[in-house]
């Protein structure tokens, strides 16, 4: 299963990337997580189907200084490379 999640809210400047990062590589998952200009930030994900639900059920809460207002998830066939990257910003 591939995802492509964008997280809005309070979730940059708060370490969302990296407790992603984290997250992701305790559920041994594939994929990417970067900052996007509009402050949102926008994550590929790919793995058995439970794990990438549990990280998605974790993003809607984020690291503790992270105020979370939405996730929205949407299907990818993007199949991103073995383990779990920090992007630049796009």
Do not use: K
Request: some cysteine.
């Amino acid at each position: 299963m591939s995802r492509r999640l964008t997280v809005t809210g309070r979730v940059q400047g708060v370490w969302y990337r990296g407790w992603t990062v984290e997250q992701a590589e305790a559920l041994g998952l594939d994929g990417w997580v970067r900052n996007r200009e509009n402050g949102s930030v926008e994550i590929l994900v790919a793995g058995p189907d439970v794990a990438v639900e549990e990280l998605i059920r974790r993003c809607h809460r984020g690291p503790s200084a992270a105020r979370v207002e939405r996730v929205e998830v949407t299907a990818s066939d993007e199949i991103p490379p073995a383990g779990f990257a920090l992007r630049p910003t796009a």
